[in-house]
């Protein structure tokens, strides 16, 4: 722990007074502003503004009255698995009702699972000291950097120095993080990847936990109401576009072979019935001839092309899959 200096400490506390009361906003931003303004070390603002720490069933306690709404989980293989079905419409079996929370921990539940989606929060699980032996906080960067294009120095002051930046987030057993943000819009994705790297979302289809499991309890840390809104590169790297539907291509010369012709190319590359409908259904596709055409001059060439039971599945296959491989 930093030591600072009595006076340092009244003049820093003071001047974020102010600026709570004067700007309207969070006590932990003011605290924020007032030791940039006098260009503290994060170890200084650490020792002047030390972040609340809520461990177990007090951090539970705490997050419901904010709102956050719980179900009991017990553990397996390592995994929480809530008591009471949770997806789609047993959602409403998550409740921040002090008392029935209560209840859960005298029955001795010690794990609760939540949906950060139902408070209007979403949630990035950075994993850390896993049997995978991976370094959670290392792939985080790595993924903004290559796939939000977001190198360290170039990302929101909150996220530059996770977590000691980051205004609110939960200590896991193993040494993670979970990560908190204001947001309530659409969420296509529950893993982001790159390479070797994965960062798991949680919103409405995947949720975290509080409490304790075998190996060490959750504490939160700062207050959720401080989050910063999920900023507008990271909604959309949670809602990725879909990949274009690749063209058929079609032959753009002026004369176009028959049947017969592209049918004599065929037998000199095929090998076998089943080979030789493929083949030509692709060619003959790309050339511009229909289906029914297509089908009507195979089941016409028994001799050619077999008279297989699943010829016609073969070549409807094989025509509608006339891409680039389908180029003579």
Not at 48 to 65: C, D, H, Q, T, W
Not at 206 to 215: D, F, I, T, V, Y
Request: glycine share 8%.
């Amino acid at each position: 722990m930093a030591i600072v200096n009595e006076n340092i400490i009244e003049i820093v506390s003071e001047r974020a007074a102010i600026i709570e009361y004067d700007g309207n906003i969070s006590r932990y931003h003011a605290e924020r502003m007032a030791a940039d303004l006098y260009r503290l070390t994060r170890e200084q603002r650490e020792a002047i503004f030390p972040m609340p720490r809520l461990i177990s069933f007090e951090a539970v306690l705490f997050m419901a009255k904010l709102g956050f709404r719980f179900m009991p989980s017990v553990e397996k293989n390592g995994k929480p698995v809530p008591v009471f079905k949770w997806v789609g419409e047993y959602q409403k079996n998550f409740t921040n009702d002090i008392d029935q929370l209560l209840k859960w921990q005298a029955q001795d539940y010690k794990r609760f699972f939540y949906l950060p989606g139902l408070s209007g929060f979403i949630g990035f699980d950075i994993d850390r000291n896993h049997a995978d032996c991976k370094d959670g906080l290392i792939g985080f960067y790595e993924i903004m950097r290559n796939l939000a294009g977001k190198p360290p120095e170039r990302l929101p002051y909150y996220l530059r120095d996770i977590p000691h930046s980051f205004p609110c987030y939960t200590e896991t057993p193993s040494g993670g993080w979970h990560l908190l943000f204001k947001f309530s819009g659409q969420c296509k994705t529950t893993n982001l990847t790159y390479e070797e790297h994965n960062l798991e979302i949680k919103y409405l289809n995947s949720g975290l936990s509080l409490g304790e499991k075998p190996n060490g309890v959750y504490a939160i840390r700062g207050n959720p109401m401080d989050a910063p809104e999920l900023p507008p590169f990271l909604v959309e790297l949670i809602n990725p576009q879909p990949k274009p539907v690749p063209q058929p291509v079609r032959y753009q010369g002026k004369n176009k072979p028959g049947l017969e012709k592209i049918l004599d190319r065929v037998l000199a590359e095929s090998a076998g019935h089943n080979d030789a409908q493929k083949k030509f259904a692709w060619r003959a596709a790309y050339f511009g001839h229909g289906l029914g055409e297509v089908l009507d001059f195979v089941k016409s060439r028994p001799d050619t092309f077999g008279n297989d039971t699943d010829t016609e599945t073969v070549v409807n296959h094989a025509w509608a899959s006339n891409m680039a491989r389908a180029a003579s």
